[in-house]
């Protein structure tokens, strides 16, 4: 599976990624940043509340684990074929304050 920054400026192969995690910047917005095995590191995308920013790392989970049990069974291995294996970042207005 693929992640697509919510700026739309970067791809990340979920498969490369070590971890993903919520910081909170000086201006008290919540980021969520990946580590990859390799040491580099990125900005996935910005939200106004710890809440929300936990709700997508949800969303991520989700998809990679629906992605990872379509290839339990050879049946199903051609569903998954089919199955979009990207996951966009949600973009949402944060307040600068």
């Known amino acids: 599976m693929i992640i697509v920054s919510q700026d739309k400026t970067k791809i990340v192969n979920f498969d490369n990624?070590?971890?993903?995690f919520i910081s909170k910047d000086?201006?008290?917005h919540f980021l969520i940043e990946y580590g990859k095995m390799t040491g580099?590191?990125?900005?996935?995308g910005v939200y106004s509340t710890e809440e929300r920013a936990?709700?997508?790392?949800?969303?991520?989970?989700?998809?990679?684990l629906k992605i990872k049990c379509f290839y339990n069974s050879k049946?199903?291995?051609m569903q998954a074929i089919e199955q979009p294996?990207?996951?966009e970042?949600?973009?949402?207005?944060?307040d600068d304050k």
């Open 89 to 94: 970042m949600p973009v949402e207005k944060v």
């Open 17 to 20: 990624i070590a971890h993903i």
């Open 75 to 77: 049946y199903e291995v």
């Open 54 to 64: 936990k709700e997508v790392l949800q969303e991520i989970m989700k998809r990679y």
């Open 40 to 44: 580099t590191s990125g900005l996935l």
């Open 26 to 28: 000086s201006e008290k």
């Open 85 to 87: 294996k990207v996951y």
